[in-house]
């Protein structure tokens, strides 16, 4: 066969290509979309080679080949040829559409139009070409160029052209003078090329070949591996900058939550502690019998307060975290329940509302779900309904939803209600319908339970009115695991919140196991006084020896977690792996309050779990509970046991509070060595109890042991230690020693030798001084020893005015009782009164809150008055701002009355009062 081309270039083109083709297909990363077009491209470039070829063969045979099959080969050269223009356009678009796609959007949507155009007006050209002839044709075996030839030839160039000018020109890549030079460059070569096909070496193929070139060129120039490269972390740096802006924008939002919270924090833990030192001032001043016994139940609602805080805190840090872990188990529905109003009582015991209890009494005895968050859940809108009722009733009530299995909870109350334009802040956090301030909290519950409920599957509904009460309810799906319902019998029982005190109904051997011999004394004696035979144990070794010497089982067992020589944990795993005693229930003893850790007990095979402090109504549910209904039997009304309990006569007040009695000698010499009063609290009251716990604390010096273990690098048994001597001291009233075994204890977690080495021999001989003086104070060498008085304070000629502004009433009502045994003293519940007061009578001294200064900056700085202010803030631009509005003085909340009384005393002095 003749060949009237030469096509030695398109054989090399063709060689080349295929070589390129598997460099990228083993080089490159397919799964890349503009790696896919890139070999899109050497592959249709490889096509339009092979065709040409072909095509120099079918024209140089023109009089063998038939003249349409020619026409159609070569026709179809050309379609091969324009297609491989818009594959180059649309690369060009790819490489240009992560660089600025919104500056290339106008131009991108007018050149596909004209592109568009241009392709319609080339197909219909060669379309028109087969009858015609104006671009090419076969005469007589010659192949001829029609007129438009030039158009079928420089057709592809165009859309190449388009490509590089329009779209890949405006690429981040291509942004430098020097890159847009090489770019024409390349362009230029292909152009001239082809023109020197057309009009100089007419009979040699040197296109494809530059296109070939042109490819390679192209590669270098933006598709090199250390270029993809640099895509690749292009790509990943953008996807970083994306994630770390969406991590900065929560992370803001939960910064700004926590600052909230830490802020209504500062205020809200500050009032109900200065309730409790306020009250108890008034207790050791006050000895009127029924003033003593009122101060007692306002500071236990005090406490119980903080209680409600520390609860919220713990929920809304787990919420915020995203620590919040739903893990469902079976559970008896009467735990539920028990539980429930035990915590219900608790809220209510000051209050004295009407409470209405309802349990369905289609309840199934089992359920499958979460006990301990559903627990949660109905003690924060119990809570919430308790807090926010000042008298009447709260009605509460669980039904079974057989339909749908769920349970449904519902608390209505008859309170203040909420205000319709405030319905909808009810799930926000820090949000309080109480806006006067009269209730204590951090407008954190229904926030918490909100989220919880939506975690759940569920959500909160409420309904209100204002002045009137509110409705609070919810539904939850469980699984009934259980065919038996509680009945009518049951549910009327569980209803009942008649409270009364308990004695076992048999005698029950348990076994107390505590590191802590203080801890023993208070639980063995409480168990004690109910009927109970308690025998004890120092550690889990010596209980499981206990254990294994008896004959018959114990009834229940109460273990401590953590211990020395072996914990509770190693020891629970050796009676279930012995199979010990496999019928007696255990319960773990811990401090450790985090919500998961019942879950983590039982996963080990405790019955169940206690928190220290014991209590006597905790530990006589726990034995009824675990040991079978009956254990335990009630003997004696709900009013006795508040004449027993909770309102104290005076000789117990002045014994357990004030720690004075007359005839204890050693309480008054303990008095000035610890804290009685915390001490005795621990020990119920009992002074006998107190010093037998005492003599044991003395007994049970471990500086030696302690310090044989540091010396012996042991630390954990160490931290077991220490932490030991946290606990116990802070039991007898040694507060100081407490918090230094407490900085150990942190150290040894930490790990912080340096800090272990560098006050060990420090707490040592605190430890050591502590014991000196408390042996001397149970066992003095001699009793005539003259007792130390304290000088009366100065006596005032006339009595020295203050002006007591807060609009906080309990605190006003505490501090004026506390400053009215020296002064005279005004008070002004806002601070409009406390102006005019300051105008007309003229005080020598006033006290005011640092909450109104705000907008009254001008009218303080007026003053001549000497001020102290009185704030929850601690930062130093509280101390500023209310110096310089005039301030003389600032004390901080909780207020000391020693430290109130020595600032005031140090204004005075300054003014020139005589004292």
Not at 616 to 628: E, K, S, V
């Amino acid at each position: 066969m003749k060949l009237l081309y030469n096509i030695d270039f398109s054989i090399a083109a063709a060689v080349f290509l295929s070589i390129f083709l598997l460099y990228i297909v083993f080089s490159y990363d397919l799964k890349v979309r503009k790696n896919r077009g890139f070999l899109q491209l050497i592959v249709f470039v490889l096509v339009a080679d092979i065709f040409d070829i072909i095509t120099a063969f079918t024209i140089s045979n023109a009089n063998r080949v038939p003249v349409f099959l020619n026409m159609a080969i070569n026709e179809l050269y050309y379609f091969v040829l324009a297609f491989l223009g818009i594959l180059f356009l649309q690369y060009a678009e790819e490489v240009s559409e992560n660089s600025d796609p919104d500056d290339n959007r106008r131009s991108l949507l007018s050149l596909h139009r004209i592109d568009y155009i241009l392709i319609f007006a080339y197909v219909i050209l060669l379309l028109i070409n087969f009858p015609t002839g104006i671009l090419m044709s076969f005469q007589n075996g010659v192949y001829i160029h029609g007129p438009l030839y030039f158009v079928l030839f420089f057709f592809p160039y165009v859309e190449v052209g388009f490509a590089f000018a329009r779209v890949v020109m405006t690429t981040e890549e291509f942004r430098t003078n020097n890159r847009r030079i090489l770019v024409w460059i390349y362009f230029s070569f292909c152009m001239s090329v082809a023109a020197l096909q057309l009009f100089v070496f007419t009979k040699v193929l040197l296109s494809i070949f530059a296109v070939a070139i042109g490819l390679t060129f192209l590669m270098i120039l933006m598709e090199t591996p250390d270029y993809q490269g640099m895509l690749l972390v292009m790509d990943k740096l953008r996807d970083t900058q994306s994630q770390m802006r969406q991590q900065a924008m929560l992370e803001n939002r939960r910064s700004r939550s926590k600052t909230d919270f830490l802020l209504h924090l500062s205020h809200e833990l500050r009032t109900p502690l200065n309730a409790i030192i306020g009250y108890s001032e008034l207790i050791l001043s006050d000895r009127k019998k029924q003033a003593a016994a009122s101060d007692v139940k306002n500071i236990r609602q005090a406490s119980r307060d903080l209680l409600s805080i520390a609860d919220n805190i713990k929920n809304f840090i787990e919420i915020e975290d995203e620590d919040v872990s739903i893990e469902n188990d079976d559970y008896e529905t009467c735990v539920l329940v028990e539980d429930m109003k035990r915590r219900t009582a608790f809220l209510n015991a000051d209050k004295g509302l009407k409470l209405h209890l309802v349990i369905d009494p289609a309840l199934p005895t089992r359920l499958y779900g979460d006990r301990i968050r559903i627990g949660q859940l109905m003690d924060t809108l119990i809570s919430n309904a308790i807090k926010y009722t000042d008298q009447g009733e709260v009605d509460i009530s669980l039904e079974w939803k057989d339909s749908i299995s769920a349970i449904g909870f519902t608390v209505e109350d008859s309170g203040k209600g909420i205000k319709p334009a405030e319905m909808k802040r009810i799930s926000e956090s820090f949000f309080r319908g109480d806006r006067e301030g009269t209730v204590s909290g951090l407008g954190l519950g229904l926030a918490f339970a909100s989220k919880l409920l939506y975690l759940m599957g569920s959500k909160l509904e409420y309904e209100s009115a204002y002045n009137i009460g509110s409705r609070f309810y919810f539904t939850l799906r469980q699984g009934d695991v259980s065919d038996d319902h509680i009945g009518e019998e049951k549910a009327l029982a569980l209803a009942s919140f008649e409270k009364k005190t308990r004695e076992v109904a048999k005698k029950l051997d348990v076994l107390v196991v505590d590191d802590n011999q203080i801890n023993i004394d208070i639980t063995a004696r409480i168990l004690t006084s109910g009927g109970c035979h308690v025998e004890t144990a120092m550690n889990g070794e010596e209980a499981i020896s206990r254990i294994r010497e008896r004959n018959t089982a114990y009834d229940i067992i109460f273990m401590d977690h953590l211990m020395p020589v072996m914990d509770g944990i190693e020891a629970m795993d050796t009676i279930r792996t012995e199979n010990l005693c496999p019928d007696t229930p255990v319960v773990a003893l811990t401090a450790n309050a985090v919500t998961d850790v019942e879950r983590e007990y039982r996963s080990h095979g405790f019955a169940a779990y206690m928190l220290k402090p014991v209590t006597q109504d905790g530990l006589f549910d726990t034995i009824d509970r675990l040991c079978g209904e009956g254990s335990v039997i009630r003997t004696g009304t709900d009013h006795e046991l508040t004449a027993k309990n909770d309102v104290p006569d005076q000789e117990s007040i002045e014994k357990t509070v004030r720690g004075t009695d007359t005839s204890s000698d050693p309480m008054k010499s303990l008095s000035d060595i610890v804290d009685t009063k915390a001490g005795l609290a621990y020990c119920g009251g009992a002074e006998d109890f107190y010093l037998d716990i005492i003599n044991d604390y003395i007994k049970g010096d471990t500086r030696e042991k302690l310090s044989k273990e540091l010396s012996d690098g042991d630390l954990e048994n160490y931290r077991i230690g220490v932490h030991s001597l946290k606990s116990s001291s802070r039991t007898i009233g040694a507060g100081e020693l407490s918090d230094q075994a407490k900085r150990l204890e942190d150290a040894c977690k930490a790990s912080d030798t340096d800090y272990i080495r560098a006050h060990h021999e420090e707490v040592m001989e605190l430890y050591g001084k502590l014991l000196s003086d408390l042996d001397s104070a149970i066992h003095p060498a001699s009793e005539g020893k003259q007792e130390k008085k304290e000088a009366p304070a100065p006596k005032h000629k006339e009595r020295t005015r203050i002006l007591l502004a807060t609009s906080y009433d309990l605190e006003r009502n505490i501090l004026s009782y506390i400053l009215g045994k020296d002064y005279e003293v005004t008070e002004a519940s806002d601070i409009v009164k406390g102006f005019n007061l300051l105008r007309n009578d003229k005080p020598d001294l006033a006290l005011i809150d640092s909450a109104m200064i705000f907008g009254n900056e001008e009218r303080f700085m007026e003053l001549n008055v000497p001020v102290i202010f009185i704030t929850d803030e601690r930062d130093r631009s509280s101390k500023v701002r209310s110096i310089s509005c005039g301030g003389n003085d600032i004390i901080e909340r909780p207020v000391d009355e020693i430290i109130l009384k020595r600032r005031i005393r140090g204004v005075l002095a300054l003014k020139g009062s005589v004292l």
